[in-house]
């Protein structure tokens, strides 16, 4: 069953055109019924919410980024959820960890039980999915690999056919 959500996500260096299609992609996909999930960063994250108003925003802690929301802490099992998704865990700082678990409730809710639809998302090295993953896939590689964890569908825009690839999954949900 469809939840008629979405992770908005991407690099905070997603080059410009691009941000101007995920604002469109945005505001299209909320006039078909979708509310965005998305987690306050610059780049990616701002572009998407910029082009909607249904949006639940995860935060990884109290005015990140300068933003509010109702979604603005991180739990135990979030963060250890996103251990569980890290190559490197060790090595990050308390904040960089609070924003890899943030992650995990862009994809699976609140709950981290409910969720998305499908992953929108930019990276510049295209990945669509956890093996693929690379240095250059960023904190956005937190997102794709849970969504592969459970078989939600990444359309990754640099891979350049995604938002056909998209429209073809939306069709196939309608």
């Known amino acids: 069953m469809k939840s008629m959500l979405y992770a908005g996500v991407g690099s905070r260096a997603?080059?410009?055109?691009?941000?101007?299609?995920?604002?469109?992609?945005?505001?299209?996909?909320?006039?078909?019924?979708?509310?965005?999930r998305?987690?306050?960063?610059?780049?990616?994250?701002?572009?998407?919410?910029?082009?909607c108003c249904r949006k639940e925003l995860y935060l990884p802690w109290p005015g990140f980024n300068g933003r509010q929301s109702e979604f603005q802490t991180v739990?135990?099992?979030?963060?250890?959820?996103?251990?569980?998704?890290?190559?490197?865990?060790?090595r990050l700082s308390s904040p960089a960890r609070r924003l890899m678990a943030r992650n995990c409730y862009q994809i699976l809710g609140t709950d981290l039980a409910s969720p998305?639809?499908?992953?929108?998302?930019?990276?510049?090295?295209?990945?669509e999915d956890e093996q693929?993953?690379?240095?250059?896939?960023?904190?956005?590689?937190?997102?794709i690999a849970l969504a592969s964890r459970h078989d939600i569908p990444v359309f990754n825009i640099a891979t350049g056919d995604a938002l056909v690839r998209l429209r073809g999954f939306l069709e196939m949900e309608m």
Not at 38 to 51: C, K, Q, R, Y
Not at 116 to 127: E, Q, S
Request: charged share 20%; hydrophobic share 40%; glycine share 12%.
């Open 116 to 127: 998305v639809d499908f992953v929108l998302c930019w990276t510049p090295d295209g990945v």
């Open 38 to 51: 998305s987690g306050g960063a610059n780049g990616a994250d701002t572009a998407f919410e910029e082009g």
């Open 14 to 36: 997603t080059p410009e055109p691009v941000l101007d299609l995920m604002r469109r992609c945005a505001t299209r996909l909320e006039l078909l019924g979708y509310t965005l």
């Open 75 to 90: 739990c135990n099992k979030a963060l250890a959820l996103a251990a569980s998704l890290h190559p490197r865990w060790e």
């Open 132 to 143: 693929g993953r690379t240095q250059l896939t960023g904190g956005t590689g937190q997102a």
